[in-house]
């Protein structure tokens, strides 16, 4: 089962390997009347006190799909839940820890099996309904129902079990968990606390779907994040403006979130994202490429572009080790034999320059990289991994000894062979849409050039590239990112496990192939049911000296984490973790004297 | 000037430049996949003959390159060092018109690398690219357009000397040519296709298909031309003594087409050349690391690479004489031919 949830979180990070994203427009001062409710517990969050009003305008890549967070699978939806919802415990972005949200405090019994948590009281959902223990309830009752098809479903199925909650009293609840679970109240974050009077008749009649859609009417939804649905323009843009019942304040009691309006544009392609911030159009602008990112800091004057440091992602260039028998295509089965030797990785690995990826792909904007590990997740990475430099020296002695060797062609061109004598030569398939990846790959392909590899890059469309390594299992060796959506190792189970979905280069084994994937496996499920994290680190660390060792995936680069925002725009403090710029959205606020505010 | 000395001047033009590019190993100082990676995207080089002390030099020299503090792709002379260009120096080995193996270039030096024109994001030549590019572009070009026109001239002339049925069916099939939409055609067939194709693989592909494509115009402006020559006097004649038809078809009907073929390759070449372009702008073309020109266009769908490096437009200028070389030939060949010497001439060339 955690399989499965991770199977099913497989979708989300394939959807984060497209590049999306944001901008905010123009802004209307609204005085909105306090509602007075007493004995609120408000969260009064620390930080520079900013301004109220105005108007904070982000570029999309695509339109939602849908503002219901029990349905929304695609990046963009949850780019935009992310700022109307609100969770009971939450990963704060910048310390990568979890803080209290909804749940006031919470208590872990001391097997590890049981949490209790205790709601805020007096809080209110956007609509002004207030929010009690049966609202939790109702909540994972829809989660883990299994007719609605939730993708956050499996991540609350533990040791086989879902996790069973009960309500204490009107402000506390009991969550129990088959076995412990070494993620903790990190599980709770991102899961968006329902507004059952708006949600039980539908989901009785099976109408989950139906509601919470980008047509229902503003006053028909709601929740507990710090914006709620104010318009939203087929094609153009979606406008959500300041929920007056928020939950938190800032130092002086004034209640959150500063801004009066947050826009969301619907701006398609990276390039045209680029061009609408530039044009003023948008205010903030986040996952942008190396290259677009020096084209604005040469002409910074009214914004500034922040490098928030090696993020996430990990970029990696992986062979087809797949066993489909008979099923094979000869070529590749035959290619194979190469790929399957460990040696024969490492020297590849070996041959590749990684520094000259970080320099020519990312402009010196990113970090090499040995493991799966970014130096971005700072909790997590394992500092014993060796860094070797390049040397193809070396590379030519692991060939050796696995067997390989070289012959002179005729045109003086000294050429790899195998044991049978036949030329060393595959394709790599990259992304067609991602033109870094693609200039991995063709660096990779000079590198092992001068191993007298030959090797041919075949950019693809991303839906057939995804279908023919995970489905078709049609190809030789493929460049491919992942980004990791939380610091957390759970996250990235499902690539690790042998069993898992996106266990790229030969996923959803029935048994592990190899004993150093059973390893990982032990170690990995380990890791899920200790419950310290120097115990868990430990076993992670073993995970990534095995992948380091092994090289099923040969780990190349990370990227930097690339912002931009407008001067105006005032607390912003991007994080490694999505969303980049968004996370503390109540608490951005646009300075005075920018033309952002509305005449 | 005469017509025939108009078409002759192109002509001049047209076999110079495709002579440089023919010879582009022996003009190109360097390989042109060989990346220097230390120099991605750097900008057109000065030649100076001047040195700091105001001497001037015999031979003209450049200062190397060295990236500025904390930049990829900014950089500054190193003036500390003055390396002069070597004439006829050895370098990369090339094969001259693709036969003799050969390893002088008209230029060279030792000790750094000149880009004369800049180089791409891999830091490779952009000068020696656009060279080989169109080496690879001006085959593509010439070669589709050839087969084009032997496939249209077959065709037409069949429609239009036979009549009757075979021309119906041959003339509807052009049209349905003419209405395909051969683009999604295309990326349909190289779905087809396997996955990775070579160089060559796709260079064929290019061919081939842009003479599938665009056959059926030059095969009904054929048909056309042979439709008038039947009707002629000395036509009916020689079928009167008996002349088989392929007597008739070599000695009478072909010379009448001449000049239809000579402008239509004027016209086709640089359209294929184009088409060359397009295909590989559309990632359909030769995969890296060959160089054409679609390919050094390609980079220019970055609009980061669109308004930083200036010098990634130059490959798209290069071209411009060779358009302008077709375009003058093909309307000098359509003056000669309303002149009506042409005739004359195709009559003599072909007894």
């Known amino acids: 089962m955690r399989n499965h949830r991770a199977n099913s979180r497989q979708g989300l990070r394939f959807l984060r390997l497209l590049l999306v994203f944001t901008g905010g427009v123009s802004a209307v001062a609204v005085a909105l009347a306090q509602p007075g409710v007493p004995n609120e517990d408000l969260h009064t969050l620390s930080g520079e006190l900013g301004r109220a009003g105005g108007r904070l305008v982000v570029a999309l890549r695509a339109e939602p799909k849908t503002l219901n967070p029990v349905l929304a699978m695609d990046a963009p939806s949850r780019d935009v839940i992310g700022t109307m919802q609100a969770d009971l415990v939450h990963i704060n972005r910048a310390t990568q820890l979890t803080e209290p949200a909804l749940a006031k405090s919470w208590k872990v019994s001391s097997d590890g099996l049981q949490y209790t948590l205790t709601l805020r009281r007096g809080l209110r959902f956007s609509d002004g309904q207030p929010l ?63 507004p059952r009077h708006l949600l039980e008749k539908p989901y009785q009649e099976g109408k989950l779907g139906q509601v919470g859609t980008l047509s229902t009417p503003a006053i028909q939804w709601a929740g507990l994040g710090p914006f709620r649905l104010k318009e939203y323009v087929a094609g153009q843009r979606l406008i959500l403006e300041r929920n007056p019942y928020y939950w938190k304040t800032d130092t002086n009691g004034y209640r959150l979130p500063y801004l009066d309006e947050l826009a969301f544009l619907f701006v398609p392609s990276s390039d045209a994202q680029v061009l609408s911030f530039q044009s003023g159009e948008t205010d903030v602008i986040s996952r942008l490429g190396a290259e677009n990112f020096s084209v604005l800091s040469r002409q910074q004057r009214t ?145 092992l ?126 994080a490694v973790l999505e969303p980049y710029v968004l996370w503390n959205v109540e608490q951005l606020y646009m300075r005075t004297g920018a033309e952002n505010l509305r005449p | 000037m005469t017509t025939s000395r108009k078409v002759d001047k192109w002509l001049v033009v047209l076999v110079a430049l495709h002579g440089v590019i023919a010879c582009g190993g022996f003009f190109a100082p360097y390989d042109p996949v060989e990346q220097d990676r230390e120099r991605p995207y750097a900008r057109p080089m000065t030649l100076h003959l001047v040195d ?17 503090e904390a930049s990829s792709d900014q950089y500054e002379e190193d003036t500390a060092r003055a390396i002069p260009l070597e004439f006829f120096a050895a370098g990369a080995s090339y094969r001259l018109l693709g036969l003799l193996p050969c390893r002088r270039h008209l230029f060279g030096a030792d000790g750094g690398r000149i880009y004369l024109l800049g180089s791409d994001g891999y830091g490779r030549d952009q000068f020696s690219r656009i060279l080989y590019g169109g080496q690879v572009s001006l085959l ?63 260079f064929l592909l290019i061919v081939v298909v842009s003479a599938a494509v665009g056959w059926a115009r030059p095969a009904r402006l054929v048909r056309g031309v042979v439709l008038t020559a039947k009707e002629r006097d000395f036509l009916r004649a020689a079928i009167g003594f008996g002349a088989s038809d392929g007597y008739l078809f070599r000695r009478h009907v072909l010379p009448e087409t001449s000049s239809v ?28 690391p060959v160089a054409s020109w679609g390919n050094l266009l390609a980079n220019l769908q970055q609009y980061s690479v669109l308004v930083s490096y200036w010098w990634m437009y130059l490959p798209a200028l290069a071209m411009v004489p060779f358009f302008m070389g077709y375009l003058g030939l093909s309307s000098a060949l359509q003056e000669w031919a309303d002149s009506g010497k042409m005739e004359g001439w195709s009559e003599e060339s072909a007894g």
């Open chain 2, 140 to 202: 593509a070009g010439l070669l589709g357009a050839g087969i084009t026109l032997l496939i249209g001239l077959g065709i037409g002339a069949a429609a239009g000397y036979y009549g009757g049925w075979r021309d119906e069916v041959l003339m509807r099939l052009a049209e349905l040519f003419l209405a395909l939409p051969w683009l999604y055609l295309l990326f349909a067939l190289r779905g087809f296709l396997p996955l990775a194709v070579s160089p060559l693989e796709a």
């Open chain 2, 261 to 288: 073929l000579l402008t239509q390759a004027a016209i086709l070449i640089p359209q294929y050349v184009l088409a060359e372009v397009t295909l590989s702008f559309l990632g359909l073309g030769v995969p890296e």
């Open chain 2, 52 to 68: 700091p002390q105001g001497q001037i030099r015999a031979r003209p020299f450049f200062y190397p390159l060295r990236a500025r």
């Open chain 1, 132 to 194: 009690g223990a049966d609202d939790v309830l109702f909540t994972f009752r829809v989660y883990l129902d299994e007719s609605v098809h939730s993708p956050q479903r499996d991540l609350l199925v533990v040791g086989g079990k879902p996790i069973a909650v009960r309500k204490l009293d009107p402000y506390t609840l009991v969550f129990q968990f088959a076995q412990p679970y070494g993620v903790g109240e990190r599980v709770f974050d991102g899961l968006a606390i329902l």
């Open chain 1, 303 to 447: 914004y500034k572009m922040v490098d928030a440091g090696p993020g996430l992602e990990y970029n990696f260039l992986f062979f087809n080790l797949n066993d489909l028998g008979e099923k094979t295509p000869p070529e590749i089965a035959r290619k194979q034999k190469w790929f399957r030797e460990q040696k024969f990785r490492q020297a590849v690995s070996a041959a590749v320059d990684r520094e000259a990826i970080v320099r020519l792909v990312y402009q010196g904007r990113g970090a090499a990289l040995w493991g799966p590990v970014t130096p971005g997740n700072r909790r997590w990475v394992d500092a014993a991994i060796p860094h070797p430099a390049r040397s193809l020296d070396q590379a030519r002695q692991l060939l050796r000894q696995a067997g390989f060797r070289w012959t002179n062609q005729a045109s003086g061109e000294s050429v790899l062979v195998d044991a049978d004598g036949k030329p060393v030569e595959f394709s790599i398939l990259t992304s067609s849409s991602n033109a870094e990846r693609t200039k991995m790959a063709t660096l990779i392909q000079d590198d």
């Open chain 1, 449 to 574: 050039k001068q191993l007298g590899v030959r090797i041919q890059v075949v950019p693809l469309e991303f839906r057939s590239l995804l279908d023919r390594v995970t489905q078709t299992k049609e190809y030789e060796a493929c460049v491919l990112g992942l980004v990791s959506f939380d610091a957390d190792p759970n996250s990235d189970v499902n690539v690790w496990l042998s069993r898992g979905a996106t266990h790229l280069w030969n996923p959803s084994q029935a048994h592990p192939a190899t004993p150093w994937e059973a390893e990982i496996d032990g170690f990995l499920e380990a890791q899920l049911t200790a419950t310290s994290y120097p115990q868990r680190k430990k076993l992670y660390d073993r995970v990534q000296e095995i992948l380091a060792q092994y090289q099923p995936m040969i780990f190349l680069a990370s990227p930097d984490i690339l912002v931009g925002a407008k001067n105006a725009v005032g607390n912003l403090h991007p």
